[in-house]
């Protein structure tokens, strides 16, 4: 059974830097792309993030461009989301997910096989 598990969000300061992480079970990491999505109060669920299996295609949400990374350790079967500089706008619930074609260019919610709970992030200003 394949499980993703988010963790690292809470109440964070205007222009903290906080890590999220994916621990992932029941999935060989190094066979998936992973993406990360967040969803505000009232509003859809956003892409952020997303890395190929290979690790040599990364997408990201121009909002989060210069700000947000995206990485894994497959030794640890873990992604994270390394926050920098992090706005009140950020304020959401985020997701990881993950994607057997591998490819990293996904951006689509409905192309994603796999997903957490979520983990609330709350900037304050």
């Known amino acids: 059974q394949v499980q993703l598990v988010e963790s690292g969000g809470g109440l964070v300061q205007a222009g903290g830097s906080p890590r999220l992480s994916c621990a992932t079970s029941?999935?060989?990491?190094?066979?998936?792309?992973m993406g990360w999505f967040r969803q505000a109060p009232g509003k859809e669920r956003e892409f952020v993030a997303a890395i190929s299996w290979a690790g040599d295609t990364v997408a990201l949400t121009d909002s989060v461009k210069g700000r947000f990374t995206i990485s894994r350790d497959f030794a640890k079967n873990t992604a994270y989301l390394q926050m920098n500089s992090l706005k009140p706008e950020d304020t959401a619930v985020y997701f990881c997910a993950a994607d057997q074609s591998g490819l990293g260019q996904s951006r689509r919610v409905v192309e994603y096989d796999y997903w957490g709970r979520g983990t609330q992030v709350t900037v304050s200003s």
């Open positions: 029941g999935l060989v990491l190094r066979r998936y792309a």
